[in-house]
């Protein structure tokens, strides 16, 4: 259960070679955590990445890069209801100083070289990650709690009902029942 | 404002405060590092102990809020309350402990509690931990010119013996405590534990312990039997046959929690010198009433003038013991010209000249075999009771001899017989003169063939 974060986060990475290896190698873990978890799709998810693996980044760049607007942005900010008027479709709004203030009472702040915004999907699973490996379980809980519980349902909707790729879907139904596991 | 304040888990029961120190119950301390670096911020203390439900050490999370609040370096102890007989004393030990913390013990920093898997999306951002090292205490120090034998050791080669003291690379230093067990005046310990600091905590302790269980910090779960108290040290390391020794001595067990790791190697070996030191001693001897003493060599000496203790030899012995081949010695005092504890001693009196030994004081260095011109000195490390008993003993002497022409005090005869031998004919050497008249007597003796190869030179005598 403890790796459910780190796979999400590098499921959710831009899927280049280097990541696609780090997948391969780790299948066998995610089996693990799948039947921990109580859900049984990562062997559908294992089988969409091996033999849809030429599109794959192609619809990760259509459904989550753009250019221009895309049907599923993966940052928090964009997907929290109850925002002020003038944050909403905003980027960078007040979640993402809010995680941003997790982070750095873990002692970590998001790498220049990420190139990437701190209320990333895959950046925010990452930090999980971290926190659940440190035993920093009051960040952990504020993460999974206050952040990825709050948007991960609605992002992986959009997600599953957008994305023509099987490996797409089925990560989005991974992701939202892990995220409703480790917050139960 | 007490530097020191008490945080305390709301699940571990305890409710009374620690007499004169500010004590806080926080709701799941153990897993809420904010909440204990706000009840650290309203104390405005700069110490900090833990009582911690649930664990023995304290999350590196937790370690890192309190640290932005406020707390020092080696100022956050934990205890582990879960199932502990006398919470309040062990809080108290560990606050006895902080209480000796020397301000400004560095360390080396750390950046992230655990190497981070991506390095591509998250950097370290500050400062969550220090790792001990070694820490030199200059009022203890003999200084550079005397004594450098902690950067003569170093594995690491993070000391600097240049200076007027030894200077300590904090990023370099890897806290194997080689240079803490070799320090002739024991000025060196690690950060956050000082033998004084732990001292002041076992003194506690052992108020109310069966035994103590000494860890290393990185000791996975160490054992600690019923009635017995955990002390969490960061190497065994720092760990001698004096600090066991005056525990047993006090009627209480202590058993060594390693890591596995080379910082612990030497505890094996430590505690089997001890043992072979105790021997088939009965267990306890008259309670000692003097303060629990763990520096280096007193602690291994004055726990075997209690016990009566068995010769022992070993590498983790502190006491080095030193045999004198008398006929090779000539009294010339190079050895205890360079002693730097004064455990060789060359005495000059009105009666003649001594060589005198302290085994007490012999802390096994080596500077006195490294030294010797007749290589008259064999070292070994080893504790020998009996010879401790009797404190300075006299290795070598000479009575006082005059000279036959002057009456001016002479050299030590077997120095002088030496000189004869590795000069032969050269002023000085007559046994029975000193060297200004047996250079008057030479010049009187036309025949004298070094003088008469010098004049052939057109060499000045002066």
Same mark, same amino acid.
């Given at each position: ?61 259509? &459904?989550?890069?753009?250019? !221009? ?34 982070? !750095?009472?873990?002692? &970590? ?5 990420? /190139?990437?915004?701190?209320? /990333? ?21 504020? &993460? ?15 997600? !599953?009902?957008?994305?023509? /790729? ?19 | ?68 609040? *406020? ?32 301000? *400004? ?166 505690? *089997? ?40 030899? *070993? ?148």
């Amino acid at each position: 259960m403890n790796g459910a974060p780190q796979l999400l986060s590098h499921w959710w990475s831009r899927p280049v070679d280097e990541e696609l290896a780090w997948w391969r190698d780790t299948w066998e873990a995610a089996v693990a955590t799948d039947e921990a978890l109580g859900t049984c799709l990562v062997d559908e998810l294992r089988a969409a990445a091996e033999t849809g693996g030429d599109g794959l980044l192609e619809e990760y760049e259509r &459904l989550l890069v753009g250019p !221009g607007q895309v049907p599923c942005n993966p940052y928090e900010s964009l997907w929290r209801a109850g925002q002020p008027r003038l944050e909403q479709g905003r980027l960078m709004a007040a979640v993402a100083g809010e995680v941003t203030q997790v982070y !750095g009472d873990l002692g &970590l702040r998001v790498g220049e070289g990420a /190139h990437e915004l701190p209320d /990333h999907v895959a950046v925010e699973w990452e930090a999980l990650a971290y926190a659940v490996d440190s035993g920093a379980d009051e960040q952990a809980e504020r &993460l999974l709690r206050d952040h990825l519980a709050e948007w991960m349902p609605g992002f992986c909707a959009a997600v !599953g009902a957008e994305t023509t /790729h099987p490996f797409y879907r089925t990560l989005a139904q991974i992701t939202s029942a892990w995220t409703a596991a480790l917050a139960e | 404002m007490s530097p020191t304040a008490v945080l305390v888990c709301s699940d571990a029961g305890v409710d009374a405060p620690l007499d004169g120190l500010p004590t806080v119950v926080v709701d799941d301390l153990c897993h809420s590092p904010a909440a204990a670096a706000r009840a650290l911020s309203t104390l405005g203390a700069t110490r900090v102990v833990l009582g911690l439900c649930d664990r023995t050490s304290a999350s590196s999370a937790l370690r890192s809020a309190l640290r932005r609040a *406020g707390a020092e370096p080696f100022g956050i102890e934990a205890v582990g309350l879960a199932g502990a007989e006398w919470p309040l004393a062990l809080l108290a030990a560990a606050a006895a402990r902080l209480g000796r913390l020397s301000q *400004g013990d560095p360390g080396r920093p750390v950046l992230a509690a655990r190497p981070l898997s991506r390095q591509s999306l998250f950097s370290p951002s500050a400062v969550i931990d220090y790792e001990p090292v070694a820490v030199l205490d200059r009022s203890l120090c003999l200084g550079s010119d005397r004594c450098a034998l902690c950067a003569e050791i170093c594995p690491a080669n993070a000391i600097a013996g240049g200076g007027r003291y030894p200077q300590v690379d904090a990023s370099a230093c890897t806290a194997c405590a080689e240079c803490i067990r070799r320090c002739p005046a024991g000025a060196l310990h690690l950060s956050g534990a000082a033998p004084s600091q732990v001292a002041a905590q076992l003194e506690r302790l052992l108020e109310l312990a069966d035994g103590v269980v000494l860890a290393c910090a990185r000791a996975e779960s160490p054992a600690v039997p019923a009635g017995w108290a955990l002390v969490t040290l960061p190497s065994l390391g720092v760990v001698t046959s004096g600090w066991i020794l005056q525990i047993r001595a006090r009627g209480r067990e202590v058993r060594l929690a390693g890591c596995g790791g080379p910082c612990c190697a030497r505890a094996a070996a430590t505690e *089997g010198l001890a043992h072979r030191i105790v021997g088939d001693r009965q267990w306890p001897v008259p309670t000692p009433t003097t303060s629990l003493q763990l520096r280096e060599p007193a602690a291994t000496v004055e726990a075997c003038g209690w016990i009566g203790a068995a010769p022992a030899a *070993g590498d983790e012995s502190p006491l080095g013991l030193l045999a004198l081949r008398s006929e090779r010695c000539t009294l010339c005092g190079a050895c205890a010209t360079s002693c730097p504890t004064a455990a060789l001693q060359l005495d000059e009196g009105d009666d003649g000249t001594t060589l005198r030994y302290a085994h007490a004081a012999c802390t096994g260095c080596g500077r006195c075999v490294a030294v010797c011109p007749e290589n008259a000195l064999d070292l070994t490390r080893a504790v020998d009771p009996v010879l401790l008993e009797r404190g300075s003993i006299e290795l070598l002497g000479a009575p006082r001899e005059e000279c036959v022409v002057c009456g001016a005090t002479l050299p030590p005869a077997p120095l002088r017989r030496r000189l004869g031998e590795m000069l032969p004919g050269v002023a000085g050497s007559d046994l029975s003169m000193c060297a200004a008249c047996a250079r008057r007597a030479g010049a009187a003796a036309p025949d004298h063939p070094q003088r008469e190869e010098r004049a052939d030179n057109g060499e000045d005598e002066s």
